[in-house]
């Protein structure tokens, strides 16, 4: 089978945090200061890794719990790993700190110039009270939205993909009218292939190896289409135009 055109397809459907919202930034513009206070030194790859691997148990253990509610256990998974006392306090700062993550230096023009072509839709496993923040940061550019609390669970559950088709058909949007564009292989990419949907990865940690804050998949999948950037995707849209 030949490959679609980005032309072909009518709706981008996105993924947020790690791929419009740099969350390894705030991740880390949170825990340095957090650590440094208490003496202790762990590299940026040590504190994204641990976040990872804390954030996999929770999604396994509770598939149905929102990422932003997941982000206080995760920090006490966190200290008690480094082997100091998580205060209440701390974990909902936190939880709190996602409504000033920021978003991607190319995230804002990007789906500036994509929403003049596709209709845009969130899908994130952050709950509509996070969401609500995080889009305000990027100029509130969806067009519709699907958050973890409205489905019941979280990606990479396919129930959150059914939802998505369930939710857009009214709009006449089908499965092939939708490219699912985002970073994480592990959340979107490998359950949105399965289901047949066709994906961008867009591979923000592109040069620097490793998954960071991002579970590890079990085996990566190659993408629909690839992009080491938000504003690589828009040059590849660019470029059929040519």
Not at 19 to 44: N, Q, S, V, Y
Not at 50 to 58: H, Q
């Amino acid at each position: 089978m030949s490959k679609p055109l980005l032309k072909q397809f009518n709706t981008l459907t996105f993924d947020v945090v790690g791929t419009l919202i740099d969350f390894e930034t705030g991740i880390l513009d949170w825990f340095r200061p957090a650590l440094a206070k208490r003496g202790i030194e762990k590299t940026d790859e040590e504190i994204l890794t641990s976040f990872a691997s804390c954030e996999d148990r929770y999604q396994q253990q509770a598939p149905d719990k929102p990422f932003t509610a997941m982000l206080p256990l995760i920090y006490r998974d966190m200290a008690s790993r480094w082997n100091f006392a998580a205060s209440n306090d701390e974990a909902s700062e936190f939880q709190e700190s996602i409504r000033s993550w920021p978003a991607f230096p190319d995230t804002v023009a990007s789906l500036d110039e994509l929403g003049s072509r596709y209709r845009l839709v969130a899908v994130t496993n952050a709950d509509a009270w996070a969401l609500k923040y995080m889009s305000a940061t990027m100029n509130d550019p969806f067009d519709e939205q699907l958050t973890c609390d409205e489905v019941g669970v979280n990606k990479p559950s396919p129930r959150v993909f059914e939802y998505l088709l369930e939710k857009l058909a009214p709009l006449g949007v089908t499965r092939g009218d939708i490219l699912h564009t985002a970073q994480s292989q592990y959340h979107d990419i490998i359950p949105a292939m399965k289901l047949g949907f066709s994906t961008m990865w867009i591979e923000r940690r592109y040069g620097k190896g490793g998954y960071g804050a991002t579970p590890k998949p079990g085996q990566a999948t190659e993408p629909t289409f690839h992009a080491r950037s938000m504003s690589d995707f828009v040059q590849q849209v660019r470029s059929q135009d040519i």
